[in-house]
Structures are given as structure tokens and as C-alpha cells.
């Protein structure tokens, strides 16, 4: 059986139980003439490969025939379609201990998973810590929780609406951490534990570390798969500033399990973390100072939106220490100093917690990728080619310690493209076109696609359409005033680039406008389509209108 020729069948069988069960299934459709059958009882079918016209009765004979008249198997419906046998499958069965070898349990680790044995594949995952990785346990449901009870909170003390009046009681930050800490157990049980047994694959408990280009130790034993796909993560990252390792700091991960509120809080850093925590902590009554070098918030945002948002925390009671190069930290009675320079002059800022929100550093430093002939970047991070393999040609990389962009939706889109990769040989790229992203401050940020300096950058024609938050209803009626929806498109082909928004609800918002980005649709497809009224997903037709008239002299849903 050649590579080019090969397909790939997908039987379901009903009457599996067991592991049992699945080596029964498998020895049958192998005598049958099937290669590399997987059966999994869990889900009720087996996967294997064939000659193009087989005959593909026998194989369903074949099942029937594994079982017994006290337990029967009963074949149903195949799904015939092109493919291969893992990578050198053919003829070496006996010289690899597994297909794929996953090193780290996360969202890209568990979705090379899933997509691996959806393919067949037999897999083996190591984790050394817990499972679930940065999103479950660490970044963006305890994040987003302690974001949401920091709004309920600030809607609470605040109440905007006239006779509407409420008053916040309190604050029982450990009662709070002990319902954050039950939704992580929670949707960590059911997202990641319990499928392990689900889709069957080998969970290994220890640190992995390379021994030579094809094999991988876990504490004693020795693993030589086919393939291995790196997925270890990264961490919060630590500047080299004077001082910072002789004071007591916060990160994203040791900030969300404080039990107590401190009275005042300095955040180094201005990107997604520093601005949702900073504001989260503010709204709860903890005075924040965020500090930055650089003159404004969000550089890569149209300035129109960087600046309601900027001066909404202001607003709000935030101090923005912009334009600041930090010279060095020091201990002080009742907490940290930063002393720091802007426009040459020295400035000074005290508070009683310090918290660095200045990046992240991939984990790779237990794997010892130059045993496995694995470059990596000046930070560490593996290098990997658009098809995210490795300089090892066995070995790919997903997720965020490859430093690519740091989003859930990346890492797992990486691990499913990874595995096919891997266990395929296609060499498909993975499209970073159109990655949404979303700031999760109130109001939200979101962009996708190009920016008006990126789209000109690639040479584009470059037509503008900019909505503000005053004429789009959902934003008014949610009082809020601040930002709006930037459209950026291409003046020859009307085609849409970019998209940027500052409203109530820009993350649901983006999602529409990546599909529009990903789809290749124009300007004149927004404008034409159907917006539901009143929400603030209508600002991207708004913003699609503006590009030819004022959006703010029209009737509702013109």
C-alpha cells in the first residue's frame, strides 16, 4: 500500500464495552487485511487504513465474527475518505512505542490530542503539573471571573441608571476566591480530566526531557514515538530590573489568588493582563497606578479608541503613569517603591503591592531541545516553519510556548493542525489572518485583521469607516460613551482588513467582523446585511456606512 494511494476508514460499531472489546475489534479487522486498525469502545468506532476497492463488506463481516453470541458486535456506517498511515507507519510498528507523544497538558496539548485519536492514532501525554494548562487553571477563567465580580461590584457602588439606587455592602474576597477556585475544579473535570478516558489516550505524570533527536524520558522510562508535539506553555514573565528579586511582586498568576485587597497597587506593564487586572483591583476598591514607557495605552489601536478607553480608566480613578522607563525598585516600610524616569526627570511611586504584567516566557527549560537538535529563538522558544515543525523534522510545537499569538483559540487551532501535520505528513500552514482579540476592560476591546498603519504597510489602497459609540443605540442605552467600531478595507477591491472596536460588548462583536476578515466579504456586504437592533455587533454595518456618510444623521436601523 503506497502513501498516495491509501484511504482511510472510519466504521462505527456498536456492542464495545472495553479495552477488551477494542483488541478484539482490532485483531479481527487486521486479519481482515485492514492496516493500522484503532478501535475505541468510548465512542463506538474504529479507524484503519485500506487499498483503494477493498472490499469493505469483509471488514464489517470481520467485526461481526469478533463477537460471541452472549456479546455482539454490530458494524454500521462507513466513512471512506484520502489519507495516510502515521508517518512511517508502514512496515516499523515495532520500532516506535507510540504515534504521538504530547508534552504538556493544555488547550493545544488536548486538542492534538482529541484530533490524533479522531485520526486513529495511538497517544501518549505527559504533564508534570496540572492539568488543563494556563486558560483553566491560571489565565482566562479566574481572570474573566474576577473581572465580572469586579464589574458587579463597580455596578453595585455605582448604579448609572436614575432611580435605580444600590449600594455596595462589601467585599469578601476569600468567600469570592472559593467559588473562583470550585469553577476551575469544575471546569476542569469536565473539560480536560474526563477526556482522557474519553478519547483513550496514555496520561503520563512526569517531566519529559529529550535523550537524543528520537527519544523522550519520563522519570525512568524511555519513549520513541513517531512524532512529538511540544505544548509545555509559557509563564509570567520577570524584567531584569534592579531591585525586582529583593521585593515582594505580584504576577497575573499569584495576583488571582490573593485573599485580601491591598489598599494600593502598582502595575508594571500595559498590555491585556495589566490593563484587565488593573482595572479589576481598581473597582474594588484597591488605588491602582499603571505604569508604562510608552506615551499611550494600546500603540497598535486607532488613537481615536486607545483614548476613550484611556481616559475611561482615568475616570474611573486609575493614575496612568505613562512615558516611564523603570530604573530600579526598592523596599519600603508599608510596601515597594519604583523609581523611574520620564523626560529625563526622576519620578517616584509608592504603593503597597507591586504587580508585573510585562510578558510571558515560554517553558522549556526541563525538555533539553538541544539534545534533540531543537533551535529555539533568543527567549527560548522553539523556532518552528509555518507547518509549526520544529528544526527536529519529528518534532512540532503549539501553543504558547512558541510565542506565537497568546490566545486559547491559537494554541488550540496549532494542536489540531499540529497533529495532522505530524501524523498525516500534510503540510498545511497555520493561517494567523484573522486571530481576534480581545482586552476585557469595561468597555471592551477587540480588534482583528490589519490595522490602517499595517494595511498600508502591505501596500494596500487604505479607506476608513469609523462609528462612534454615540451612534450606535445598544452603546447609548448602556450608557456608555466611550470608543466605537473602526472599519479598515481596501479603496480597489472594497475588501475588508481590519476591524477595531471600543464598545460594551466588542468581544462578541469581533466574532462576526473575523468571519467577515476570513471570508474575504466587503464593505458592501456589511452595509447590506441584516445588523440586529439593538446590539452592539450593529456598529460594524455602521462603521461599514461611515466610510461614505455621517452615520450620526440616520434614522434607527437605516
Request: charged residues 20%.
Amino acid at each position: 500500500m503506497t502513501e498516495s494511494n491509501r484511504l482511510r476508514v472510519t466504521l462505527t460499531v456498536a456492542g464495545m464495552t472495553c479495552r477488551d472489546c477494542e483488541q478484539r475489534v482490532e485483531q479481527a479487522l487486521a486479519q481482515a487485511g485492514a492496516r493500522d486498525p484503532q478501535a475505541d469502545w468510548q465512542r463506538g468506532l474504529v479507524t484503519f487504513f485500506i487499498e483503494p476497492g477493498a472490499d469493505l463488506e469483509r471488514f464489517r463481516a470481520a467485526v461481526r465474527a469478533a463477537g460471541s453470541p452472549s456479546h455482539r458486535y454490530v458494524p454500521g456506517d462507513f466513512t471512506v475518505s484520502p489519507g495516510s498511515l502515521p508517518r512511517e507507519a508502514a512496515g516499523s510498528s515495532d520500532r516506535f512505542d507510540t504515534d504521538l507523544l504530547i508534552i504538556g497538558g493544555g488547550s493545544a496539548g488536548f486538542a492534538a490530542a482529541i484530533e490524533a485519536r479522531q485520526l486513529g492514532a495511538r497517544v501518549v501525554m505527559v504533564e508534570q503539573g496540572t492539568l488543563g494548562g494556563t486558560c483553566v487553571n491560571i489565565g482566562c477563567v479566574p481572570s474573566k471571573f474576577f473581572l465580572r465580580a469586579a464589574e458587579v461590584a463597580h455596578l453595585a457602588a455605582t448604579a448609572p441608571y436614575q432611580g435605580i439606587r444600590t449600594r455596595l455592602e462589601g467585599i469578601d474576597l476569600p468567600a469570592l476566591r472559593e467559588q473562583q477556585r470550585s469553577l476551575i475544579a469544575t471546569l476542569r473535570r469536565e473539560k480536560y480530566e474526563e477526556l482522557v478516558d474519553f478519547y483513550g489516550w496514555e496520561l503520563l505524570r512526569g517531566t519529559a526531557r529529550f535523550l537524543d533527536p528520537e527519544t523522550v524520558a519520563v522519570g525512568e522510562r524511555r519513549i520513541r514515538p513517531r512524532a512529538v508535539l511540544l505544548a509545555t506553555g509559557a509563564r509570567p514573565a520577570v524584567p531584569a530590573i534592579p531591585g525586582l528579586t529583593d521585593v515582594p511582586y505580584l504576577t497575573s498568576t499569584t495576583a488571582l489568588e490573593l485573599e485580601h485587597l491591598p489598599d494600593s497597587l502598582i502595575v508594571l506593564g500595559a498590555g491585556y493582563v495589566a490593563l484587565e487586572l488593573g482595572q479589576a483591583f481598581l473597582r474594588l476598591g484597591t488605588a491602582v497606578t499603571l505604569l508604562q514607557r510608552r506615551p499611550r495605552l494600546l500603540p497598535d489601536l486607532d488613537e481615536r479608541l486607545a483614548t476613550s478607553l484611556q481616559e475611561r480608566l482615568a475616570a474611573e480613578g486609575m493614575r496612568l503613569a505613562l512615558g516611564m522607563t523603570v530604573q530600579r525598585v526598592e523596599r519600603v516600610a508599608g510596601g515597594v517603591r519604583v523609581v523611574a524616569l520620564r523626560a529625563g526627570h526622576e519620578e517616584v511611586v509608592e504603593a503597597e503591592a507591586l504587580l508585573v504584567a510585562t510578558g510571558r516566557t515560554p517553558n522549556t527549560e526541563s525538555l533539553d531541545l538541544a539534545a534533540a537538535g531543537i533551535a529555539t529563538d533568543e527567549r527560548s522558544a522553539p523556532l518552528v516553519d509555518p507547518t509549526l515543525r520544529t528544526t527536529n523534522p519529528r518534532v512540532y510545537a503549539a501553543g504558547d510556548v512558541t510565542l506565537l499569538p497568546q490566545f486559547v483559540s491559537v494554541a488550540a487551532a496549532a494542536g489540531r493542525l499540529a497533529a495532522r501535520n505530524a501524523l498525516l505528513g500534510e503540510d498545511r500552514p497555520l493561517d494567523l489572518r484573522a486571530v481576534p482579540a480581545v482586552v476585557f476592560t469595561d468597555p471592551q476591546v477587540a480588534t482583528v485583521g490589519l490595522s490602517v498603519a499595517e494595511a498600508e504597510a502591505e501596500g494596500f489602497s487604505v479607506v476608513t469607516g469609523f462609528a462612534p459609540a454615540a451612534a450606535i443605540a445598544r452603546e447609548r442605552v448602556n450608557l456608555q460613551d466611550a470608543g466605537g467600531v473602526l472599519v479598515v478595507a481596501d479603496a480597489a477591491t472594497d475588501r475588508l482588513l481590519g476591524v477595531q472596536a471600543v464598545a460594551s460588548a466588542a468581544g462578541e462583536l469581533i466574532d462576526a467582523a473575523t468571519l467577515a476578515v476570513a471570508s474575504r466579504l466587503t464593505l458592501s456586504d456589511l452595509r447590506e446585511h441584516l445588523a440586529p437592533y439593538l446590539t452592539s455587533a450593529e456598529g460594524l454595518r455602521l462603521a461599514a456606512l461611515a466610510v461614505t456618510q455621517d452615520v450620526s444623521h440616520l434614522s434607527c436601523c437605516a
